[in-house]
């Protein structure tokens, strides 16, 4: 399974670890990814997805089928029939 989170699209990227002695190490920043189960209301189901808790905390916030709209509205797949 990917290391990306499937509403966002966040991914690992490139950087570099740097030491005491300012020598460069090339490294991976991963997201902080979480397998998390929602329950919709609206539609009366749950729904699993691998998200990054940056996306799970914006759903706490907005709502999980008001944010799951603003994506679908933005032309992104949600993987869900809203």
């Known amino acids: 399974?990917?290391?990306?989170?499937?509403?966002?699209g966040k991914k690992p990227i490139?950087?570099?670890?740097?030491?005491?002695?300012n020598v460069k190490t090339?490294?991976?920043?991963?997201?902080?990814?979480?397998?998390?189960?929602?329950?919709?209301?609206?539609l009366d189901k749950?729904?699993?997805m691998k998200v990054a808790t940056s996306t799970i905390r914006t759903m706490n916030k907005l709502g999980v089928y008001a944010y799951l709209k603003k994506l679908q509205k933005q032309g992104v797949d949600v993987g869900i029939k809203l």
């Open 1 to 8: 399974m990917a290391r990306i989170d499937v509403l966002t």
């Open 14 to 21: 490139t950087g570099h670890s740097v030491s005491h002695s």
């Open 26 to 42: 090339n490294r991976w920043f991963a997201p902080n990814l979480q397998k998390k189960r929602f329950y919709i209301p609206e």
């Open 46 to 48: 749950w729904v699993t």
